[in-house]
């Protein structure tokens, strides 16, 4: 069994320490009042938030300033991060901890955060980050349906496959990837929103951890 989690919404809220690093190091490169508003951001890929902000400002959507933008956010999220608290939501620790006691279970995320910013927020929340050995990030895909795969591939445990997301893209991109889909209302996208793309489970958070072992292990995937 390989289980992916996404990391914002899913696993963790940081108090939007993402969207306020980038948009200190975008100002701080372009000498522009970055803002994000008007550009959507829950559930998409670092890089092509990257894209929005390119447009959006006139900057060059080159290789070189993308990669000055990383590095500097990267950066600016290191230092921000030891500033907030990044909070653990509901039944994650438990869900996690009880899947990492079992046999034949691979554990992995799938994200559109940047490696290191990602990685950052995991740490931060008090994760482990060695119990997730099969991962796709933000930069391992040109569009969100191509990172389950990449996490996929990664692992010998993939006849079956549960993806845990709090938006409409894990939702769908788990989706067309094979994997049976849990979705969760606490972050980005509401219940509503969440259900009108018909995830095979759709929970408030994820704190009933018997009862969510019990539908990992014992629903087939049709």
């Not at 046999?103 to 940047?114: A, F, I, M, S």
Request: aromatic share 6%; hydrophobic share 40%.
């Amino acid at each position: 069994m390989l289980v992916l989690f996404d990391i914002d919404g899913t696993m963790l809220s940081s108090e939007g320490i993402g969207v306020r690093s980038i948009n200190e190091a975008v100002s701080a490169l372009h000498g522009v009042d970055c803002t994000l508003e008007g550009i959507p951001v829950g559930g998409r890929l670092d890089p092509l938030i990257w894209d929005d902000i390119c447009e959006k400002y006139d900057i060059p959507c080159t290789k070189e300033c993308h990669d000055d933008f990383r590095s500097l956010y990267t950066k600016t999220l290191l230092t921000n991060i030891q500033d907030v608290t990044v909070r653990i939501l509901p039944g994650v620790s438990e869900l996690i901890d009880a899947l990492v006691a079992m046999d034949n279970v691979t554990l992995g995320v799938v994200t559109g955060n940047y490696k290191e910013t990602g990685t950052a927020k995991i740490i931060a929340a008090g994760f482990a980050p060695f119990v997730f050995t099969a991962n796709a990030w933000g930069t391992d895909g040109a569009i969100r349906a191509e990172l389950p795969p990449v996490a996929i591939a990664q692992s010998e445990q993939h006849e079956q496959v549960v993806l845990l997301g709090d938006t409409v893209h894990d939702i769908t991109s788990g989706q067309s990837a094979g994997c049976r889909v849990i979705a969760v209302c606490t972050g980005s996208h509401d219940r509503a929103t969440l259900e009108a793309s018909s995830p095979e489970l759709l929970l408030e958070d994820l704190s009933d951890t018997k009862a969510i072992l019990h539908w990992i292990f014992n629903t087939q995937n049709l």
